[in-house]
């Protein structure tokens, strides 16, 4: 663990590492429990499927959950430089696995920021193709600094059919605006279940909604993920990894969300050329 | 045709038979994983072809890049030896969308 009143390294003593990320994704929410981590593992599964190079960071000091959600390795430490754990050649590091998070969310935003962007730069990345971040829910000054600190090439969010009348979510999409990060677009989660008795979706709190919201500010609606307990399971379990765990429904809904973020993407940031990579048949 | 060099942009397993590939000229084609056993381009295959029957449970194990030109397809009927260059598959691609 971290002393909180002290840096992670002075920058004296920390060994250049070299790093090459190619992007850096920052998953946000207006606010918690609405499904970022959870969007943020599946989306790198899903790149991790299509042979790039992923890396998650789990920066939400408030609950930091990627350490369980993926059940990574231990990530190890030589001197300064921290290598991240592993889950199915995945890298990540989780706050969680540094800081103490009774101590971290106390931390005042850019202090917090701060840390954050240390834990980030003692990590011995390699080359990546994808860096996702799972920020910490909200807009406050954590937020703004974190942005401001790395790099972030593009931003996703995540809502619920409940809180996309919340005003939280459309100050997230304007601190992203004017921090001029571009947004690839919003994924509505737990929107619909698919009912065991008639297999007909279900959209428990009216249909359409996130769609209207991507329409207002002109960002694109990258698809739903219905309520799904396999989803919950899978999180609770570090499952994630695992195709044959999910419906094939629930596959599509994963696939089209993934299929769409990429497209976005490409219109900002076009997509690099897959340098080297090893594609795993599952059987 | 551009003068750049063919790459790939995104590589994906699509169901348990079939291995996608979007190219860098943002083509997207479908390969029958069995079909590329069948034209695997190595000596051993180009003297002698597998037999049809055997190649229907045939599947890759790995799929890995070769320098930035060419895939190599760890089969799991014990067959590594081919290595399917870009030309290779991207002409291939091509011929299958012509012939629908
Ligand atoms: N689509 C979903 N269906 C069912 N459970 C979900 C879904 N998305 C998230 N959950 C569950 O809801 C809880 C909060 O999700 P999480 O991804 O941790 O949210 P956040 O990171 O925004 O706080 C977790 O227990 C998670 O497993
Ligand atoms: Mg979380
Ligand atoms: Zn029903
Ligand atoms: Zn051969």
Redesign the interface.
């Known amino acids: 663990m971290v002393d909180m009143e002290q840096p992670l390294a002075t920058d004296t003593n920390t060994q250049p590492i070299k790093n090459k990320i190619h992007s850096i994704i920052a998953v946000a929410s207006g606010k918690g429990g609405v499904g970022k981590s959870t969007v943020s593992v599946l989306l790198a599964h899903f790149l991790k499927k299509r042979g790039y190079r992923v890396g998650i960071l789990d920066a939400d000091i408030y609950g930091p959950s990627l350490a369980l959600m993926t059940k990574a390795s231990p990530p190890s430490q030589e001197g300064n430089t921290i290598f991240p754990g592993k889950s199915s050649d995945i890298s990540v590091i989780s706050v969680g696995m540094f800081a103490d998070p009774n101590k971290a969310q106390v931390l005042r935003g850019p202090m917090a920021a701060n840390l954050l962007g240390q834990l980030y730069r003692q990590v011995a990345w390699g080359e990546l193709d994808f860096l996702i971040i799972d920020y910490p829910p909200g807009t406050g000054d954590i937020q703004l600094s974190l942005s401001q600190l790395l790099t972030v090439n593009a931003a996703l969010l995540v809502t619920t059919p409940q809180d996309l009348a919340l005003l939280d979510v459309r100050k997230a999409i304007s601190m992203f605006k004017t921090l001029n990060v571009p947004l690839a677009g919003i994924v509505e989660n737990m929107s619909y279940f698919t009912c065991s008795n008639c297999q007909e979706k279900h959209y428990l709190l009216g249909q359409g909604g996130g769609a209207k919201l991507a329409k207002e500010f002109g960002l694109c609606e990258l698809g739903s993920l219905p309520a799904n307990q396999d989803l919950t399971r899978a999180g609770d379990k570090g499952l994630f990894g695992d195709d044959s765990y999910f419906s094939p429904q629930l596959l599509e809904a994963i696939e089209k969300v993934g299929v769409s973020f990429l497209g976005e993407l490409a219109k900002i940031r076009p997509a690099p050329n897959l340098s080297s990579f090893t594609l795993n048949w599952r059987s | 045709m551009s003068q750049e060099s063919l790459?790939?942009?995104?590589?994906?397993?699509k169901n348990?038979i079939t291995l996608g590939i979007k190219w860098?000229d943002n083509q997207e084609f479908l390969y029958d994983?069995r079909t590329l056993r069948a034209l695997c381009p190595c000596a051993g295959c180009q003297a002698q072809r597998p037999a049809n029957e055997l190649l229907e449970q045939v599947?890759?194990?790995?799929?890995?890049?070769v320098g930035?030109y060419a895939l190599k397809i760890d089969f799991n009927d014990g067959h590594n030896t081919g290595i399917y260059s870009f030309e290779f598959l991207k002409d291939l691609g091509e011929q299958q969308k012509k012939q629908g």
């Open positions: 790459a790939i942009k995104e590589i994906w397993q348990s860098s994983v599947r890759p194990k790995t799929i890995t890049s930035s």
